[in-house]
Each structure stands twice: as structure tokens, then as C-alpha cells.
């Protein structure tokens, strides 16, 4: 055995308080860091690999054929072969900038989303804070009248709501006492109408997806709040709202893709754009410019133009789950 005067004792005595063992070669701190697994940064990328193909070629191409139209001379008449097609460059881009009629359609469209995005969010959280408050039937009932909406057709959906606000036969206005008042008629009374059939087929998402972050929220929190006297608005907006701030985020940029790209609500209730195209929105500008006036090119750049600012949105909100991801 060794003894207390040992050479071995004394020599770990001499080791500095904190220190548990010699330093490493060198002279520095242990860097902690172990060896990397070789191909370690590719496994992820490996993962993605497969989903990453069939995404390539199920978009690339589409996209590839989009911009490569726009920058052609591209009618009904290239299309059947009486005239040769015709390289344009940004000449469709300029003519489509220099229209007064595209800059008021897209106006109608940055407000008409916002409007359906404000409404769909409005909605969706308030019922998302009700179903929380009633008992376990009717959230029952109130969460398949949701889902029934949302898996309802759009196509179906637009025929209904007509069917309701019908001038001679609908029920909303004899309930409201209008006679054989137009809903359609008119350019803001047709966007509120089909407005509320967007957000009425659109808060279902958001409705669940909130629900489902406040379940997850701690009830001694809500209690907490509750105790310290605050309401259910000042309860909603100083605590559930932090802590569902990134469920929030994605509700929010989703319901804008959604929203900013509207086509079948539009065409199907307003009759393809409405009186004179008071109505129309992108989608519809589009189509009325690449299959009503056939010229494909143009449609084509107005599709550029909607992918360029959808893919924005995408940016910022990929943007902000990275910054949240960093920030938890």
C-alpha cells in the first residue's frame, strides 16, 4: 500500500483546487469537443433526399416551363403553329408593369387577403378560447361543424353561399328584410360575401391549431391570471398570445398563401370576376388574360409575379421560425 508521505499522494496534493487532472498538450483547455462522425453533416441531406426529388419534379419543371413562357411571344397562334414563337425577354414584364388595370388588381388582392386573413385569425382564435370554456358535447358538435366546413369543396361551398344570399329565393334576405337585394351586384358587398366564405371554410385550421396550443399551455398559469383579477381579453392578450406566439406565426403565413392565391371562391361566386371585372384578383387577372384573351406569355408573367411574392412571404415566415428557434 502506499503511504500518506508517498511520492504518489503528495503529487496529486500538488494539483491546484479546480483542476482535475494535467493539462493537455499544448498547454490549453480541454476543448471538450469529441471527434466528428465522418458524413455526419451529410445524414440529414440523405433523409431529404427522396422527398427532395419528387418535390424537383413535381415543381422544377412546372416553374422551368412558367418563366420560360413569360419571356416569349406566346398566343393562340403560336399555340396552333400559324405563327412562330417569338423570344420577348421582360417585354411581357413591362407591358404587365406598365398596365393601370394589374396594379388595381393587385391592390384588390393585398387588401382582399388581409381582410381574409384578419377575419380567419379573428375567428378561428375566439372559437379556438370557446371550445376551452364548454363542456365535452358541444365542443364535440362545434369542432365536426368545423371540420365539415373545411372539407367541404370549394366549388361546393361558393354554390351554397349563393344559394343563401340568392336575391329571389335566399334566406339571408328575407331574414334580414332586404326584398331582392344583389349581394353580387355590387363590388364591396360581393367581396364581403365572398370573404365570409373564405374565412368560413378557413378558421377550422386555425381554430384547431390554436386549440390545441392552448391545451398545452399550464393551467396554473391561466389560473394565476385568473386570480390577479384579469379578464378573459387581458388573459388572452398578455398571456396565451406570448406563449402561442410561434403557432400564431405559422396560422398567419399559411392563411396569407392561402388567402393571396383565392381562385375558384372568386370565379365561382362573382361569375368569373365580377360586372366589368370590378372583382378580380390575381388568380382570376391570370386566367382571364391567359384563356379568355389567349395570351399565354402574359398569364404566365402574372403567375411569375404571384410566385415571386408568395415565395417572399415563405422567406420571412422560414425566417422567423429560425429566429425563434434560436431564441428557445
Not at 92 to 112: C, H, K, P, S
Not at 122 to 127: D, K, N, P, T
Not at 235 to 249: C, D, F, K, Q, T
Not at 254 to 271: A, E, L, N, P, R
Request: proline content about 6%; aromatic content about 10%.
Amino acid at each position: 500500500m502506499t503511504g500518506p508521505s508517498s511520492p504518489g499522494v503528495l503529487e496529486r496534493r500538488r494539483v491546484p483546487a479546480g483542476r482535475s487532472g494535467p493539462r493537455p498538450p499544448g498547454g490549453g483547455r480541454p476543448s471538450g469537443k469529441g471527434p466528428r462522425p465522418s458524413g455526419g453533416s451529410r445524414t440529414p441531406w440523405l433523409y431529404l433526399a427522396p422527398a427532395l426529388v419528387v418535390l424537383g419534379g413535381l415543381l422544377a419543371y412546372p416553374v422551368y416551363q412558367l418563366g420560360l413562357i413569360s419571356l416569349l411571344h406566346y398566343t393562340q397562334a403560336q399555340v396552333s403553329g400559324g405563327e412562330p414563337t417569338t423570344f420577348e425577354g421582360f417585354g411581357n414584364y413591362a407591358e404587365l408593369f406598365g398596365d393601370e388595370q394589374f396594379w388595381q388588381v393587385l391592390l384588390a388582392t393585398v387588401v382582399f387577403a388581409a381582410a381574409c386573413v384578419a377575419g380567419t385569425l379573428a375567428v378561428g382564435c375566439a372559437l379556438a378560447v370557446l371550445l376551452t370554456r364548454v363542456r365535452a358535447v358541444p365542443r364535440l358538435a362545434l369542432m365536426l361543424a368545423a371540420l365539415g366546413a373545411w372539407a367541404t369543396p370549394a366549388v361546393t361551398g361558393s354554390t351554397v353561399w349563393l344559394l343563401l344570399f340568392d336575391a329571389d329565393f335566399g334566406p339571408v334576405n328575407r331574414i334580414l328584410g332586404l326584398g331582392d337585394h344583389s349581394w353580387t351586384y355590387g363590388r364591396y358587398s360581393a367581396f364581403l360575401l365572398v370573404l365570409l366564405e373564405v374565412v368560413w371554410c378557413s378558421f377550422p385550421f386555425v381554430m384547431v391549431t390554436v386549440y390545441a396550443g392552448i391545451r398545452a399551455v399550464p393551467a396554473e398559469v391561466l389560473e394565476a391570471a385568473s386570480l390577479d383579477g384579469a379578464s378573459q381579453w387581458r388573459i388572452w392578450r398578455s398571456v396565451l398570445a406570448p406563449m402561442l406566439r410561434p403557432i400564431l406565426v405559422v396560422v398567419t403565413i399559411q392563411s396569407v398563401i392561402w388567402d393571396f392565391k383565392v381562385f375558384t371562391q372568386i370565379y365561382v361566386m362573382t361569375g368569373g370576376g365580377g360586372i366589368a371585372g370590378q372583382n378580380m384578383v390575381l388568380n382570376v387577372y391570370a386566367y382571364q388574360r391567359a384563356f379568355a384573351s389567349s395570351q399565354y406569355s402574359l398569364g404566365a408573367a402574372i403567375g411569375v409575379v404571384m410566385l415571386l411574392i408568395l415565395l417572399a412571404v415563405t422567406l420571412v415566415y422560414l425566417r422567423l421560425l429560425r429566429r425563434q428557434g434560436e431564441e428557445l
